[in-house]
């Protein structure tokens, strides 16, 4: 009897701090980096696809509150190659869920995009022309505590 009571509470315990840490989770941000490296000379046809394709469905979630923000940037200088990369995307999500949601963006792209073959023939070259794609998971360090 009293070792039931124990495995109860023990597994009460455990629910209890995984609806905790599930709410923490709804709380907070959440934000990823997007590294994309083109093959030499594509860069431009790559952000370009982006831009025309990829961009709008972020914006709808945007829109949406699902996230927060969207910055991209490029390098100014060069690098060696091994540590080149030509964009970096960094999305600010409104959580982890949103995050990785699989339908974030699927909602929007029969509106957006109603030739869906042109969509996903476009989407392959952009994708093509890439050497490297990597996302890094990233989180804030306080300093002063």
Same mark, same amino acid.
């Given at each position: 009897?009293?070792?039931?009571?124990? $495995?109860?509470? $023990?597994?009460? !315990?455990? %629910?209890?701090?995984?609806?905790?840490?599930?709410?923490?989770?709804?709380?907070?941000?959440? !934000?990823?980096?997007?590294?994309?490296?083109?093959?030499?000379?594509?860069?431009?046809?790559?952000?370009?696809?982006?831009? &025309?394709?990829?961009? *709008?469905?972020?914006?709808?979630? $945007?829109?949406?509150?699902?996230?927060?923000?969207? &910055?991209?940037?490029?390098?100014?200088?060069?690098?060696?190659?091994?540590?080149?990369?030509?964009?970096?995307? !960094?999305?600010?999500? &409104?959580?982890?869920?949103?995050?990785?949601? *699989?339908? %974030?963006? !699927? *909602?929007?792209?029969?509106?957006?995009?109603?030739?869906?073959?042109? %969509?996903?023939?476009?989407?392959?070259?952009?994708?093509?022309? %890439?050497?490297?794609?990597?996302?890094?998971?990233?989180?804030?360090?306080?300093?002063?505590?």
């Amino acid at each position: 009897m009293i070792r039931r009571y124990i $495995l109860s509470a $023990l597994l009460l !315990t455990a %629910l209890t701090g995984q609806v905790s840490a599930q709410q923490n989770n709804n709380d907070q941000t959440f !934000t990823i980096e997007g590294y994309y490296k083109a093959k030499w000379g594509y860069a431009d046809e790559f952000i370009e696809l982006f831009k &025309k394709n990829h961009y *709008p469905l972020l914006k709808k979630a $945007l829109e949406k509150g699902d996230i927060l923000s969207i &910055k991209a940037e490029k390098p100014r200088l060069h690098a060696t190659e091994e540590s080149r990369w030509d964009y970096r995307v !960094t999305l600010v999500f &409104k959580n982890i869920q949103a995050a990785f949601d *699989p339908n %974030l963006t !699927t *909602p929007y792209k029969k509106a957006l995009y109603p030739d869906a073959d042109k %969509l996903k023939k476009e989407e392959q070259r952009r994708f093509e022309i %890439l050497d490297g794609h990597w996302d890094v998971q990233v989180q804030t360090v306080e300093l002063d505590k």
